[in-house]
């Protein structure tokens, strides 16, 4: 009888074994909105560098994420929005379209991630601002899906000092 017990005791530990989910969802490739975003930031022509400088800077202690060193573009309708400095002028509002890529570099200075910030009110992921939150890595694996609409990212990027969610000038004055 307990032989009999531990014996379907072992057969229902395998059989829950066998059916977990062989990839986690948040390691999956990139679809749909992601997928754009993906597109998007692995694009390079175009787009004008923070403080016009493509250098890889160290990421601050205010930074939510956790490479070594990062850099931030933005595409031709998001640079409208910087000074002859190449820093965004206060007050600003991005218009539709606007594109900002923060690249993510590992300790190698390899190119290990994007964070995506793209306005495009219309499209189902975008939050009440408008903002499309993508955080994809290199390889276009979903480090977190745009469906979640920045959950987690906007409650930092809402703190004081940030300009239309913008953060680079706070913290790369
Ligand atoms: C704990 C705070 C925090 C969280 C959470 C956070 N960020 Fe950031 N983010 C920053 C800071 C600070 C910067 C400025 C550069 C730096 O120091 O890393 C920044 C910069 C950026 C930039 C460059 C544009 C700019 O000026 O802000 C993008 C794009 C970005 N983050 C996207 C995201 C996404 C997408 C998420 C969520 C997956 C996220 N962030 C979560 C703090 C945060």
Known sequence: MKKKIIEAMFISVWIVYLSLPTGCKSESQAEGTDK????????????????????????????????????????????????????????STFAEGSLIVKEFHDSSRKLARYAILFK????????????????????GTVAQSSVKKGDGC?????????????????YFP
């Open 36 to 91: 754009e975003l993906y597109d998007k930031a692995r694009e390079t022509t175009g787009f004008t560098w923070y403080k016009k400088s493509d250098a890889l800077l160290n990421t601050t202690s205010g930074s939510g994420h956790s490479f070594p060193y990062l850099r931030t573009r933005y595409n031709q309708i998001a640079a409208a929005k910087l000074d002859d400095t190449g820093k965004i002028v206060a007050g």
């Open 120 to 139: 495009e009110s219309g499209n189902p992921d975008a939050d009440s601002n408008g903002w499309v939150w993508g955080y994809i890595n290199s390889d």
């Open 154 to 170: 906007n409650s930092c990027h809402n703190q004081a000092g940030n300009i239309d969610y913008m953060l680079m000038n706070k």
